[in-house]
Each structure stands twice: as structure tokens, then as C-alpha cells.
């Protein structure tokens, strides 16, 4: 997990919190984030698609990318857009939404933004994750939650850089709360004891010539059950995970300043630049050297 959170590259930041009280609705658009939110006071309604979550003080939740949701504590009335409750908010503030007498609720929210190699992440996550106050994860989310509370009242020199590796950690924890994920994906698969000791070997060795031999070896299985219950757990074959393994971490690789092409090929286990172009082209849709131009510009 930890390879694949380097893999990954993605940021958290916090967003605005929200206090409110009486009876309220918001809805918020879809955002390419994953965005989570700790209910520090009250307790409220979460809505995602045809689901609904009652939630209590003390509990969390993230919901994937690209998902709108409404959340609030009367879900029958027409939600009000996000964007204007919370217009005119300053960063890391809260947004203050009167809906007449009743309980008051606060919630600190994030979002984690994912740049184009989040897909090893995207893929592995449900698209709503809700911790429980009882559970056990919620304590620590909790102690981050009043941690990152104090340095945004605070603001203390460093308090914004604080704030968002705070947050950081609330993701983090959020997201190896869920060793099951999402059914067909490596992080579901780090649960099955055998699929789990070949995907740890593949990540440990990337560049290693492997076969399914040698996989299936590690796993205790034969040939045919390993190639099976691996796509069955992961979602991919296992060669072809191992591809795309290589690929994401070629094409980091390839952004690091003086990276040359013959050598992130190498590292990737290829023993050619043409074998590593065309691999990388047919994952990524670009050549390696467009890859490394974009790159640039997107740091430029």
C-alpha cells in the first residue's frame, strides 16, 4: 500500500468545514477528488445515488471521485447547491448554514486530488466508505480530526503544511481500514493469504522477469488455479497486472528530472527501449517520450 501511495502521488488538502443547524440539505457536485468528511458535532444524513447512511457524532466518511452526494440532517427538502453555501468561505474555514432552530453540526472535510496514475488507487476503493464512531479506525480519525482542528485555529507559522499532512493521515487511515476494497482489486486480494504473497513479490521485484510459474509457485497453487483466483481477486491477469504495474512506475519515473528512457526501461524489467515503448504506448495511449514532454509542462 505504501508503494502504491508513492505510486500515486496524490494530495490531500483540506477544504471547507461546515457548522449548521436546524433542518438542511446540501448537495455537492462531483469533483475528480476523493473527498471524506468527520463529523465532529450533531449527526446528519449521507446520500449516494440511491443509498442512504444515518450518521452520528464521531463518525467519517469518503466517497470516490466523481460522485455528487447530499448530506444534511432533513434529506426530503431540496438540497441547496454547494457552491453557495459555501461561497465566499476562506480556505480551511467553515462555512455557517442557519436553517432555523435545532441541533447544531460541524464537520471538517478534505479532498485528496488524484493525478493521471491514481487508477491503481481509484480502482481498489468502494465508492462510499463510512466509519462507524464504534469502530476502531474512528478514534485515530478522530484524534487527527481535533489535531487538524487546532492548527487551523491556531494558524501557527507552517499551520496550512501541517493541516494537509494531517489530512493526508486521515486518507491514509481511511483507506487500510478496508483491507476487503473493492471486490476484484489488489487491495482486496492482500486479503486472500496466497494472491496476496504474489502481488507483495511483484511489487517487491517489478523488474523481475516473472513468470506464472514463478507466481504461482509463491502462491502454493498450481498454474491454471493461480491464474484464475488471481483474476477473480485482482480484476486483471496476472501478467497483465504485472504490465501495468510497470507502466505506472516507468511513468513516474520518466517525470523525475534527467530520467532517461533507456533506463526507466531497465528498471521496468525491459531490455529494449522499442519492447518498453510499445508496452508503455499501449497502456498509456502516449509514447514514452510524450509522456516525459507532459510531464514537463505540467511542472513548468
Keep these: 500500500m505504501s508503494q502504491i501511495l508513492s505510486l500515486v502521488d496524490a494530495r490531500a488538502v483540506v477544504s471547507t468545514g461546515l457548522r449548521a443547524r436546524g433542518n438542511w440539505a446540501v448537495r455537492v ?78 464537520c471538517l472535510g478534505g479532498r485528496m486530488e488524484l493525478p493521471d496514475t491514481a487508477d491503481f488507487l481509484v480502482e481498489a476503493l468502494p465508492p462510499v466508505v463510512v466509519i462507524r464512531a464504534d469502530e476502531p479506525v474512528a478514534g485515530r480519525l478522530r484524534w487527527l480530526a481535533d489535531r487538524l482542528e487546532e492548527e487551523l485555529a491556531w494558524q501557527a507559522a507552517g ?53 506464472i510459474e514463478d507466481l504461482a509457485g509463491i502462491a502454493h497453487l498450481s498454474r491454471s488455479r493461480f491464474a484464475t483466483r488471481f483474476r477473480t481477486a485482482v480484476g486483471h491477469p496476472p501478467m497483465d497486472y504485472l504490465l501495468r504495474l510497470r507502466i505506472a512506475l516507468a511513468r513516474k519515473a520518466l517525470a523525475q528530472p534527467g530520467a532517461t528512457i533507456a533506463a526507466v526501461a531497465a528498471c521496468a524489467g525491459y531490455n529494449s527501449e522499442s519492447a518498453f515503448g510499445f508496452a508503455f504506448r499501449r497502456i498509456t495511449g502516449v509514447t514514452p517520450r510524450q509522456a516525459q514532454a507532459m510531464a514537463g509542462r505540467t511542472k513548468g
Design 159 to 211: 499551520a496550512s503544511a501541517m493541516a494537509a499532512q494531517i489530512m493526508q493521515m486521515v486518507f491514509i487511515e481511511l483507506i487500510r481500514s478496508l483491507p476487503e476494497g473493492q471486490a476484484g482489486s489488489w487491495l482486496a486480494a492482500l486479503a486472500d493469504p496466497r494472491i496476496g504473497a504474489s502481488l507483495r513479490a511483484m511489487h517487491r521485484n517489478p523488474e523481475r522477469c516473472w513468470r
Design 29 to 106: 457536485a462531483p469533483v475528480h477528488a476523493l473527498k471524506c468528511n468527520v463529523i465532529k458535532q450533531g449527526a446528519c444524513e449521507l446520500k449516494v445515488g440511491d443509498e442512504q447512511w444515518s450518521l452520528e457524532e464521531g463518525s467519517c466518511f469518503l466517497v470516490a471521485a466523481d460522485l455528487p452526494f447530499v448530506i444534511g440532517t432533513d434529506l426530503n427538502r431540496v438540497p441547496r447547491p454547494a457552491e453557495e453555501v459555501f461561497a465566499g468561505t476562506r480556505a480551511n474555514d467553515c462555512a455557517w448554514l442557519d436553517a432555523g432552530p435545532g441541533r447544531g453540526f460541524h
